[in-house]
């Protein structure tokens, strides 16, 4: 079995009203993490995923990106440790 994370990740930019949640969410259930993604009052993008190790970085190297019509302009990314507490991934508003 591959080793599992979790990760933490803010992500700012133009990163809301350019479907970046549905399209993370989109990503994160083809890869099989779990986890939640949601924006906040400040502009940016949040979210908590785990699953293995190379899924979850697969993730966070498509927030780094971002879908078409972003422009992230950086990610804070914070690693912890798996819990396996996190469900199914979804879309938080």
Known sequence: ??????????VRGRVQGVSFRWYTAEEARRLGVAGWVRNLADGRV???AE?????????????????????????EVTWGAFRGDLGPFQTRS
């Open 51 to 75: 699953g293995e190790r190379p899924a979850v970085e697969a993730l966070v190297a498509f927030c780094r990106r971002g879908p078409p019509a972003a422009h992230v302009e950086g990610v």
């Open 1 to 10: 079995m591959a080793e599992r994370a979790r990760v933490h990740l803010l």
């Open 46 to 48: 949040e979210a908590e």
